[in-house]
C-alpha cells in the first residue's frame, strides 16, 4: 500500500493524500473511440463494413483514439483513413460509457478491458460529390452504404445502434448532447427519443405550389399547422414510429378538402385550426392508393392551430399519436422528403407569415404537446 505524504490537511483531520505515483494509478484509465454521423440528402445514415470483426455488423464510421489523441483529433483521422474525406467533426452529438464489465472486445494481444467512452460528432450532409469521393482501405472495410434509421439499426449491435439512434435524434431535434451509460440514455429523453421516431426516406413527387387543374381529383389532403411561435405540429404514429403531417383521405361526407383537415386535425391530433389555406398539390399519376383513381392530386394546405385538445385515440387507427412542434425545416427532415420536402416547408413558412403573421422561427429543441392539452 503506497504511503501518505504528511500533509496539512491531514495533520488536521482532513483527506490524506497519495504520493504522486499512486495518485496517479488510482486514475481511472480507459479506451477512448470517436465516430461521426454522416447523412445523405435524404437524411438515411451512413454505415461502414469492416472485414476484421467476426460478426461483421456494419458501424458508424470512426475507431479507437490514439495515446495522448483527442476525441475531435481521433474521429478526424478515422474519417480520413475510413473514407478518405477531410472533414473537421461539427457538434458532438452523443457520448456513451461502456463499463469494464462488458464482455472484452477481442483484440489481440490486449489486456483486459478497461471500459470504454466513445464520441459521435456530426459529420453532416454529404453531398453526391463528396459520397462520389469515398474510397476505403483494402482489407479493412468491405463497402459502405446508407440506410434508413431503423435499418441501420437492425444491422448494428445493439449498443451500436442505440448510440447510432440517440445521436440522429440529438441533430434532428437539436437538443444537445445525449449522455448514454451502457447504450441506456441517462436522464429524462427528449420527445425523438422517448417515443422512438425513425426517419425514413420517402418517395415525394414534384411539388406544385398553387392551384390543382380542374380536372384532377383530390382525394387526399395533409396539413402545415402552425402554433403561434411558427413552429408546426408533426404526429408520430406508435406502431410506425415515422413522423407525418396531420390529415388524411378525403371522405364522402366531407364537403372540401379543407373540411377534412378540419377533421383529421381533430381526430389525430385532437387539434382546432383556423380556415386552412391551399399550398399547394403533388402529382399522382396512378392514384393506386386510392384504389386506383386514376390521375389525381395529393393537396397540401396550411391553416393556424386554434385549439390544443387533450390527446385523444385516432379513430381511423385505435392508437394515440404523439403530437411534437417542430420548426418547419426540421418537420422536413422527419418527414424524409429529400429536398422537396424543403422547399415545401419553405413555401409553407411563407404562407403562415403572409397570412397570419406568424414568424418563421430558428430550429430549437423539439417538443412534446402537453397529453391533457392547453393554451395555444
Request: proline share 10%.
Amino acid at each position: 500500500m503506497d504511503e501518505v505524504l504528511s500533509d496539512p490537511a491531514a495533520a488536521s483531520g482532513g483527506v490524506p493524500r497519495l504520493p504522486d505515483a499512486g495518485y496517479a494509478r488510482s486514475r481511472h484509465a480507459v479506451w477512448l473511440g470517436a465516430a461521426a454521423l454522416f447523412t445523405d440528402s435524404r437524411g438515411q445514415v451512413l454505415l461502414i463494413k469492416p472485414t476484421y470483426h467476426a460478426d461483421r455488423r456494419w458501424l458508424l464510421p470512426g475507431g479507437g483514439g490514439g495515446q495522448g489523441e483527442g476525441p475531435q483529433e481521433a474521429c478526424q483521422r478515422e474519417v480520413r483513413e475510413e473514407l478518405h474525406l477531410d472533414r473537421e467533426p461539427g457538434a458532438l452529438l452523443a457520448v456513451c460509457w461502456i463499463g469494464p464489465a462488458r464482455p472484452a472486445i477481442p483484440v489481440e494481444g490486449a489486456s483486459a478491458f478497461p471500459g470504454e467512452t466513445r464520441y459521435v460528432f456530426d459529420g453532416g450532409v454529404l453531398t453526391d460529390q463528396d459520397i462520389d469521393a469515398i474510397r476505403l482501405p483494402k482489407g479493412e472495410l468491405s463497402e459502405y452504404a446508407f440506410f434508413d434509421s431503423a435499418t441501420a439499426a437492425s444491422l448494428m449491435l445493439p449498443t451500436d445502434a442505440r448510440v447510432m439512434l440517440a445521436a440522429l435524434r440529438a441533430r434532428l431535434g437539436h437538443t444537445g448532447t445525449a449522455y448514454l451509460a451502457e447504450g441506456h440514455y441517462h436522464g429524462r429523453p427528449p420527445a425523438l427519443e422517448r417515443h422512438g421516431v425513425h426517419t425514413r426516406p420517402r418517395p415525394i413527387r414534384p411539388w406544385h405550389p398553387g392551384r390543382v387543374p380542374a380536372d384532377l381529383p383530390i382525394p387526399h389532403a395533409w396539413g402545415w399547422l402552425f402554433v403561434p411561435d411558427g413552429r408546426v405540429v408533426v404526429v408520430v404514429d406508435p406502431d410506425e414510429r415515422l413522423a407525418m403531417l396531420p390529415g388524411g383521405r378525403v371522405e364522402p361526407t366531407d364537403t372540401s378538402p379543407e373540411a377534412t383537415l378540419t377533421r383529421e386535425a381533430h381526430e389525430e391530433a385532437a387539434l382546432r385550426i383556423g380556415a386552412p389555406t391551399r399550398l399547394g398539390w403533388l402529382y399522382d399519376e396512378t392514384g393506386a392508393t386510392y384504389g386506383g383513381i386514376g390521375p389525381c392530386a395529393r393537396l397540401r394546405l396550411a391553416a393556424p392551430v386554434t385549439e390544443i385538445g387533450p390527446a385523444t385515440v385516432d379513430p381511423a387507427t385505435g392508437r394515440t399519436f404523439a403530437r411534437l412542434l417542430a420548426s418547419p425545416e426540421q418537420a422536413a427532415a422527419l418527414l424524409g422528403w429529400g429536398d422537396l420536402g424543403f422547399q415545401q416547408a419553405a413555401h409553407a413558412a411563407h404562407a403562415a407569415a403572409q397570412h397570419w403573421g406568424i414568424p418563421t422561427p430558428a430550429p430549437s429543441p423539439i417538443t412534446e404537446l402537453p397529453q391533457t392539452g392547453g393554451p395555444v
